[in-house]
């Protein structure tokens, strides 16, 4: 007889396998992956920019160079209005606007033909135009790929000690 072992919640240590800032990144690739397979999935977009934000937490909150401030600062604006539903909130004020655009030529559409395109427009907080805009799958790689590098590194092993250790 197969043997079922109880699970009792979350813990200090972690939720099932992801224990360390590594393993939420895996999920945030994950996630990735399948918003951009379906960007204007609000379920796919909400899982990943908060996920990606918290990395930064699961990571001991370490020094961001200027750039990965940046990146990092526009997903936690995002996260924090998809979980409090407003873009419009003073401490978070570097997102202006969500904004999908759909593009197909006249008289040619059929079912996947047409793809939107969502961008995070921005306001000039960090020293860029007012109104830029940052296509959304083109942010979510750069975000990616700032925590692959910043993880491969060494200079973030994950969450901080006290909370690591196995049991």
Known sequence: MKEKKKLHGFTSRGVFDMRTASDL??????????????????????????????IFDWAGKPQL??????????????????????????KNDSV?????????????????????????????????????????IQFGQSLIEMWENRLSKGSMKGLPSDLSKEP
């Open 25 to 54: 990144l895996k999920k945030a690739k994950n996630d990735f992956e399948l918003l951009k397979t379906n960007p204007d999935d609000a379920y796919l977009f909400f899982n990943f920019v908060v996920t990606s934000s918290h």
């Open 96 to 136: 202006r606007s969500l904004e999908k655009e759909e593009y197909f030529e006249d008289d040619y559409i059929e079912d996947g033909y047409i793809m939107p395109q969502i961008d995070i427009v921005l306001t000039d907080k960090h020293g860029v135009p007012d109104n830029t805009r940052i296509e959304l």
């Open 65 to 90: 160079t200027q750039d990965e401030k940046y990146l990092h600062g526009i997903c936690e604006h995002i996260a924090n209005a998809s979980k409090h539903f407003a873009l419009n909130n003073r």
